[in-house]
């Protein structure tokens, strides 16, 4: 298996343009996660999908944030607009189980907003 | 807030020594994890404990689990070159659906 994949691997927008962030998970697994990492605040989760079905994301910063699973091999994660402080580096995982079970990362979108 | 905290922050040893890093976290838990991130790529799994065992092992490394103290600790015994990283323990706080990561140590093993 390639494991989780992400696309964009970098992606350098200027503020007030939109951005989406691709996820694939790994085949079989029933979760998985977006996560953001900044020096700042360290790795958090934004929201987590089950069977396609978004069931946490209060961790999403605001309204300019939304994630999709229209089916269980793709994710996206947009920004719009977007603003230099979403910059940082953001990370798709997928596990076979929630939140507590081992969860496996994706390289991670480097995201910068000028 | 953070829900573990790693320490150090940052830890310089040479080839062949143990590596010990400690995470503290503040609630009730499930599971503690420790991950491991190397620059510039994503996260990788280490270990789980659960909250009922209190030492787990896997290779190189040790984990411990103290509930009463609300504490783990990581040892990598006989250090590598390429455990030159950084680690993360992330707990499930009991009741909640995150999973929260500590602040990191990062780990430079010198050959």
């Known amino acids: 298996d390639a494991g989780v994949i992400q696309s964009p691997r970098h992606e350098v927008t200027e503020m007030g343009q939109e951005v989406t962030l691709r996820c694939k998970p790994i085949s079989g697994h029933d979760y998985l996660f977006w996560y953001r990492q900044t020096m700042m605040r360290g790795l958090e989760l934004l929201i987590y999908f089950n069977n396609n079905v978004p069931i946490d994301d209060s961790g999403m910063p605001e309204d300019r944030f939304s994630a999709k699973m229209p089916n269980a091999s793709f994710s996206t994660l947009k920004i719009q607009p977007s603003e230099p402080r979403d910059s940082a580096v953001y990370f798709c995982?997928?596990?076979?189980?929630?939140?507590?079970?081992?969860?496996?990362f994706g390289p991670g979108t480097r995201l910068t907003v000028l | 807030s953070q829900q573990g905290e790693e320490d150090p922050q940052a830890l310089s040893i040479q080839e062949g020594e143990n590596a010990t890093m400690n995470c503290s976290y503040k609630t009730s838990i499930n599971n503690l994890q420790w991950y491991r991130q190397n620059s510039g790529r994503g996260l990788v799994h280490l270990i789980l404990i659960r909250s009922n065992e209190r030492e787990k092992h896997s290779g190189r490394l040790r984990v411990t689990l103290d509930t009463s103290k609300k504490s783990s600790s990581l040892l990598i015994t006989a250090s590598r070159a390429a455990d030159t990283a950084s680690y993360f323990c992330a707990t499930d706080k009991t009741g909640a659906n995150n999973l929260f990561f500590g602040t990191g140590t990062r780990l430079t093993v010198i050959p």
């Open positions: 995982a997928s596990s076979l189980g929630p939140v507590y079970n081992e969860q496996f």
